[in-house]
């Protein structure tokens, strides 16, 4: 049977990524995480959705739409454009921004802070805790519903605290917290 004669699933298309079972009813997130999230999404409904749109119509006016690649390629990309697209407005929705800024002097670690902690084995780390959306680990970023961040989550300088981790429960203790 030719590819012509074979239907796109629908599911696949409106499938949205998984997020975190402890998130599913809260998305905290900071204002610059939050910005971030909008202007992406402004960006996608505003400027990339249009010019794909303009490319289909443009290919679609050129006839056979079987064998039309920029057809094809960008009806797949409004697809993925517009399941983003839902995906970011699902998050905006439910997303609660929290200014880590108010607890600056703080020593008690909450959304936000900049710990350092030291592992049994003398192994130094320093994470920020941050939102689902935004955390990035190349910058040393944790998501609040993080093994880590969720051990480390009301705890107070000079505090010991239990890391759940494969091989058991490890002590880390906390060294330094700060909101920057």
Not at 20 to 36: C, F, L, M, V
Request: contains cysteine; glycine residues 8%.
């Amino acid at each position: 049977m030719s590819k012509a004669f074979t239907r796109e699933s629908e599911t696949d298309d409106d499938e949205v990524p998984s997020l975190p079972s402890a998130a599913q009813g809260k998305n905290y997130i900071t204002r610059a995480g939050y910005e971030r999230l909008r202007g992406e999404l402004l960006e996608l409904i505003d400027n990339e959705r249009p010019k794909i749109v303009e490319v289909v119509h443009w290919a679609a006016s050129n006839g056979d739409r079987s064998e039309n690649g920029d057809y094809l390629y960008g009806k797949k990309r409004l697809r993925e454009i517009d399941r983003r697209i839902r995906f970011l407005t699902k998050r905006l929705e439910i997303a609660e921004i929290v200014d880590p800024s108010v607890h600056q002097g703080s020593d008690q670690v909450y959304f936000g802070a900049t710990v350092t902690c030291e592992y049994q084995d003398g192994r130094r780390v320093t994470v920020t805790i941050m939102g689902i959306d935004e955390a990035d680990s190349s910058l040393q970023q944790v998501t609040w519903v993080s093994p880590l961040a969720k051990s480390l989550l009301r705890s107070r300088v000079g505090d010991e605290v239990a890391l759940q981790t494969p091989t058991g429960l490890q002590p880390v203790e906390v060294l330094a917290v700060s909101y920057g």
